[in-house]
């Protein structure tokens, strides 16, 4: 069902104050980790993880995973900006390293996915996270992702039950030569559509460049339909945003739309690093706060 504008605009005042109540409270301290991942089945590769979490030592906290697109170094701007963000909204946040040299099938991303996430081997990046002092995942995993590392995050749940939700940038069923439908469709996953929340540029070169292609795409993943619309989201805010090129600091809402420039750049779009947008990161963010335990 698509939210009344006044629902939504509650949730978002909600979260919003939640997050600025508890902001306020968190210093943070950072760490770094590594973990065993990979492409194949024996995951065999050490990766880094990086992280920050609140300094205090009085509580134990949810957790957040974020995944780098193709060939992104997993310390990115945009990827730190995300684990400073939710580590100060009171959660263990990190960024995860793994083999995202090359794009690849569903057979290929499921691979590198359950490496990450693989909730049986110890190893895995979320069990490595889970088991530092100051994470509690029976309080939840909330997950996050850009381009190939959206698709790493829409998957995690297949491989591990604490995953709750997750917030996609530049997500699709379709890139370039590879169909992922199979994989990452409405119903072909362990997520479920009310758990996602999606937004993509218009001009997102990846699926088509147009906002008719974008949003047939962004539909298909997130099972929520709106002819016509640029944003279409359920009472809970799951569903999706398409940025038009209006609304980007640069006049370009393309796969990369979080950045001025272009996908190579490091400068981060402010309107999406500190705007209050519907595709803003603080918004999505505070989405997903809804669905762990404090």
């Keep these: 069902m698509k939210a009344t504008a006044g629902s939504r605009i509650l949730v978002a005042l909600l979260l919003s104050m939640a997050w600025s109540f508890s902001a306020q409270a968190q210093s943070l301290t950072s760490f770094t980790a590594t973990y065993r991942g990979g492409s194949g089945a024996i995951c065999g590769t050490t990766y880094s993880i990086i992280g920050k979490e609140p300094l205090s ?21 945009s990827a730190m900006a995300a684990v400073e963000e939710m580590a100060s909204r009171g959660y263990v946040a990190a960024t995860v390293e793994y083999d995202n040299a090359t794009f690849g099938t569903c057979s290929t991303l499921e691979s590198r996915a359950r490496c990450i996430f693989d909730s049986t081997r110890s190893t895995s990046a979320i069990n490595t996270i889970c088991s530092r002092a100051k994470a509690d995942c029976s ?3 909330v997950v996050a992702g850009f381009s190939q590392g959206s698709i790493m995050a829409i998957l995690a749940k297949n491989h591990d039950d604490r995953v709750r ?5 530049g997500a699709g069923v379709e890139y370039s030569v590879y169909d992922l439908r199979s994989c990452v469709a409405n119903g072909n996953r362990s997520l479920p559509g009310d758990r996602l929340r999606v937004v993509n540029g218009e001009n997102d070169a990846f699926m088509g460049s147009t906002e008719l292609t974008v949003r047939s795409q962004i539909q298909a993943m997130t099972g929520l339909s709106c002819p016509l619309a640029t944003s279409c989201f359920r009472d809970n805010g799951s569903g999706w945003y398409i940025v038009e090129n209006s609304e980007a600091s640069d006049g370009v809402a393309d796969h990369c739309y979080m950045r001025q420039g272009s996908c190579v750049g490091l400068t981060l779009d402010q309107k999406w690093r500190t705007g209050t947008y519907d595709w803003s990161l603080r918004t999505n963010l505070n989405w997903l706060t809804q669905f762990t335990q404090p």
């Design 57 to 77: 030592s009085q509580s134990r906290y949810p957790v957040f995973i974020y995944t780098v697109g193709t060939t992104e170094g997993f310390d990115h701007s």
């Design 139 to 141: 309080k939840g995993v």
């Design 165 to 169: 939700a997750a917030y996609g940038l």
